[in-house]
């Protein structure tokens, strides 16, 4: 059964003291010690700052930004920005203070939100925020005809299925697959966007979020038709402030054009890395703690409040209207990609290039010169160093892409440190549910601090991690372990 969240209950009555937590449980119609259970929980809640730990990315533990900003008096930075722009510490007299460009990334290039497939960077100067400057750019025509009647469910589904489209989120499951297994089930329905991108080193969903809202939300609703949903629900990071007034803007004008078939409402997310397991996920949704669930059953046949739920990252349902224009066969050929791509390149920023592109030319349309890089990070804080340029950048490859995050270092970088900052991020986002996280976690860190070698210690850590309920844990031993083979190879 559908009750209030917590979450914005608790959000509307912030600073929080005893009477007005006391109010959201009783609104929420919960226990009051669940609700001190969940104020515990998030970090805003505890008076903590957002994205604590983001801050101190790959980029910007490679650079020595940490060490900086202790000794600097501003605050940190907008989450992710440091990664993609120039630091600078100006010092006034005795007071040093950290600057940086307040852009996600350095714009020089415009491109349309339907020049995809051919490599380009993605870097318009402005967000399209007005429904009549994303419709002449083509936008809204497969919307229009699905509202109308001339474009069924089922021809949505079948057009996925065509294209192949596996899941942009880093899972690269088959989209169309969850998509009819929610179609399957009894009404009510829900989709959810999972748009709480916590990953440090990647930064697409955040770019497609804020700079073509419409793009995102069309493909959106037309999953929506698709599934039958009854609602939708855009998971947002909270920190992503520019991207929620965006997105609740863009579906203020959607309704007002009679083009928002289902209520549709944007979500500030928990806060935590967590947050962006799918299970976690509905959990924060439904005003609880963020927590994994077990599996089965899965969110396709018990989701949000008990119902069939398709979840699905903002990359993937940005590609629906794409798929649906070039034609799923012609759409498949290109099997576009965004990746975000950061660290020694020239120039860092968001590259939308063809499945299968090499690693080393993937950097190279970057700025980036392989010959001059000690190794990549592919796949941000869950991913794996490596130096093999040749590799193909596929789902089913060798090394998993995840996200599709690119860093490089330079040779002259520690990458212990870069280790170290990674294994502390993931001390620091284990929800704490299962045993193997938090304590393999914490061990980790250890283990990077004194630089431990021995490979034997290393795969029991990674044993005792496998056993971890979720991804976050299953995960984060990869990059200690993969920079190990960097070295040995060397």
């Not at 005893?18 to 009783?26: D, M, P, Q, S």
Request: aromatic residues 8%; charged residues 25%; contains cysteine.
């Amino acid at each position: 059964m559908e009750k209030p969240s917590l979450l914005p209950l608790l959000d509307a009555r912030l600073p929080l003291d005893e009477e007005k937590v006391a109010e959201a449980a009783r609104l929420a119609g919960i226990p009051l010690a669940q609700a001190w259970g969940v104020v515990r929980y998030y970090p805003r809640y505890r008076g903590l700052p957002q994205g604590r730990l983001l801050v101190d990315d790959p980029v910007a533990r490679a650079r020595g930004f940490p060490r900086l900003l202790e000794k600097a008096d501003g605050t940190h930075p907008p989450l992710g920005l440091e990664a993609l722009s120039p630091i600078h510490v100006r010092v006034e007299g005795e007071k040093r203070f950290v600057e940086w460009e307040g852009r996600l990334v350095p714009f020089r290039e415009f491109r349309l939100p339907f020049a995809l497939g051919h490599g380009n960077r993605l870097l318009p100067p402005e967000p399209i925020q007005e429904l009549a400057q994303y419709e002449a750019l083509g936008g809204l025509v497969f919307l229009r005809r699905a509202l109308e009647n001339l474009l069924a469910p089922g021809a949505i589904l079948e057009a996925v299925e065509e294209a192949g489209l596996l899941g942009r989120g880093g899972a690269a499951f088959p989209a169309h697959i969850k998509m009819r297994a929610v179609a399957r089930g009894e009404a009510p329905r829900y989709l959810v966007v999972n748009a709480d991108e916590s990953e440090p080193g990647n930064f697409k969903d955040r770019f497609l979020l804020e700079h073509h809202p419409f793009l995102v939300l069309e493909g959106t609703l037309l999953a929506a038709l698709a599934t039958g949903a009854t609602r939708v629900f855009l998971y947002v990071r909270d920190e992503f402030e520019a991207a929620i007034l965006g997105l609740e803007k863009a579906i203020q004008q959607l309704e007002e054009a009679r083009l928002l078939p289902v209520p549709t409402e944007v979500f500030r997310s928990g806060g935590l890395y967590i947050c962006g397991e799918e299970t976690a996920l509905l959990e924060s949704l439904e005003g609880k703690r963020a927590e994994p669930r077990l599996k089965p059953p899965f969110p396709v046949e018990k989701g949000l409040w008990g119902r069939p739920t398709l979840v699905q990252n903002v990359e993937t349902l940005a590609n629906l209207p794409l798929i649906l224009k070039e034609g799923p066969g012609s759409w498949r050929q290109k099997e576009p990609k965004l990746f975000s791509i950061s660290g020694d390149v020239a120039h860092p920023g968001l590259y939308e290039l063809p499945l299968g592109t090499p690693l080393g030319e993937a950097v190279e349309r970057a700025g980036g010169n392989p010959k001059g890089l000690k190794a990549v990070l592919l796949g941000g804080a869950a991913g794996v160093f490596t130096r093999d340029f040749a590799l193909p950048l596929r789902y089913k490859g060798r090394i998993p892409l995840g996200a599709g995050a690119i860093v490089a270092f330079a040779k002259e970088v520690d990458l212990w440190e870069v280790l170290l900052g990674l294994a502390e991020f993931f001390r620091e986002e284990s929800c704490g549910k299962c045993f193997p996280c938090p304590l393999g976690t914490a061990v980790q860190v250890e283990m990077v601090r004194r630089r431990e070698r021995d490979r034997d210690l290393v795969g029991h850590l990674g044993q005792a991690l496998k056993g971890s309920l979720c991804g976050l844990g299953q995960s984060a031993y990869w990059a200690y372990q993969s920079l190990l083979e960097v070295e040995d190879a060397a």
